[in-house]
């Protein structure tokens, strides 16, 4: 039988992750409001006309960036949360996986959790939110798990068992240097600890 032929990125697709990548670097740097469409094509080196090939406005290439961010995070946090692993190390994981998440994809993730998902048009805005609650009710699903079986609190609420884990997380991007004194992986096990030590039963 013969083998089917290998499929390589088109050209086109090559300049859309290079309009992509040069879009989030100048995001980090001066902000969605201050960045111009002009801005980003010089980085890419074409014309804006080029650029308007691809992405028409600004917000709908803020928009890709947000929705691959959020949907590689959601990959990434389903695969513990539905695994057969404890509960204790699905909540280690699920720390580790945001940070991996964070490192992978950076500047990504700093500029989708720093800048306002409201310069979207209502149907895009509503798909960004809808994935922002995909990933809390995989965080909900595993405390949950935790508090049933015994091995969480019960006397702690979910909702803010969840934005206590999740705003640990997020808040990292405003401090920490991914080339500082503690690599992620060891900022995200005191996190860990931090935290299961908080809510696990005694």
């Not at 969605?32 to 980085?43: G, N, P, V």
């Not at 409201?118 to 595993?142: A, G, S």
Request: with cysteine; hydrophobic share 40%.
């Amino acid at each position: 039988m013969k083998k089917g032929k290998k499929i390589l990125p088109t050209k086109q697709s090559d300049r859309k992750t290079s309009i992509i990548t040069a879009a989030t670097s100048i995001f980090a740097k001066k902000g969605y409001e201050r960045t111009t469409l002009k801005d980003i094509a010089a980085e890419v080196g074409i014309s804006k006309a080029t650029l308007y090939y691809y992405y028409g406005s600004k917000h709908i290439l803020f928009f890709d960036i947000v929705h691959k961010n959020i949907t590689d995070a959601i990959e990434g946090l389903n695969q513990i949360v539905n695994s057969s692993r404890p509960t204790k190390e699905k909540i280690d994981l699920s720390f580790r996986q945001h940070f991996k998440f964070y490192i992978a994809d950076y500047p990504g993730p700093s500029v989708m959790l720093h800048e306002k998902t409201n310069v979207f048009p209502q149907d895009l805005e509503i798909r960004v939110k809808n994935k922002f609650r995909e990933y809390i009710t995989l965080w909900d699903n595993v405390l949950k798990e935790g508090v049933d079986s015994g091995i969480i609190r019960s006397d702690l609420d979910i909702k803010v068992m969840r934005w206590a884990a999740i705003g640990m997380c997020n808040w990292v991007y405003k401090w920490a240097d991914l080339n500082g004194r503690l690599e992620f992986n060891q900022i995200s096990e005191i996190f860990s600890k931090l935290y299961t030590e908080g809510i696990l039963a005694k």
